[in-house]
């Protein structure tokens, strides 16, 4: 079903305004870029967006809700292949660094960094990355502690900075990535995160468990 007009005229704005703000920066991307970017009015950008400040929460809500929704895919995925919570902990991993590539290749960059790099975050924008940045730290937390559940880790475990500890390791090789143009980067952390994981709730030899 084609979109009415009104709504594809606001997601080309969003799309160009995107792009802009990845390139340049949001601090740089004047309304007047976006209306040069599509041909377009000034008074068909205020109908969608009154400020620039709204069109940036609305850029940012449009960009959570893509991540949280490629999440919840991850989470079904990985609950669809594996029942036992070790495996499903491992292979939401995997399923990550087996998409590394296409972050890497396909992502323009990433608008939570953009934003948080520039500190123009306002109180409602703001919120709108906490909440999905929280949201990711909780659902991981979550396979954590499910692991947690059916084996004792071979070390201490707290499952919310052990969740850190795997965002912090896509976001840091996500950048490193990007800047040396090299995709493997983020896939073969992904890969050492999974492989730590994997160590540390594998069962512990009975030879072992009896000395």
Do not use: N
């Not at 792009?19 to 976006?34: C, I, K, N, P, Y």
């Not at 040396?180 to 030899?205: C, E, K, M, N, S």
């Amino acid at each position: 079903m084609t979109r009415p007009d009104g709504a594809a005229t606001r997601e080309r704005i969003l799309d160009a305004a995107q792009r802009l703000v990845l390139r340049h920066g949001f601090s740089a991307t004047t309304v007047d870029a976006v209306i040069g970017e599509l041909g377009i009015t000034k008074g068909a950008f205020f109908h969608h967006f009154g400020s620039k400040a709204e069109l940036g929460l609305a850029l940012v809500e449009r960009y959570a809700a893509r991540d949280l929704a490629q999440l919840r895919g991850y989470l079904e995925r990985s609950e669809r292949l594996a029942r036992d919570p070790r495996q499903r902990l491992v292979l939401f991993l995997g399923l990550l660094a087996e998409d590394a590539d296409t972050f890497v290749g396909d992502d323009p960059g990433c608008l939570y960094g953009s934003y948080a790099y520039e500190e123009v975050f306002g109180g409602a924008t703001k919120a709108v990355v906490a909440d999905a940045v929280l949201t990711w730290r909780r659902e991981v937390a979550a396979l954590i502690r499910d692991a947690s559940s059916v084996a004792d880790p071979r070390a201490a475990v707290d499952p919310e900075t052990l969740a850190d500890t795997v965002l912090t390791a896509f976001e840091g090789a996500y950048v490193l990535s990007r800047t040396l143009d090299q995709p493997a980067i983020l896939r073969d952390q992904l890969g050492h995160v999974r492989t730590y994981l994997d160590l540390l709730f594998a069962p512990v030899p009975e030879a072992v468990a009896a000395s």
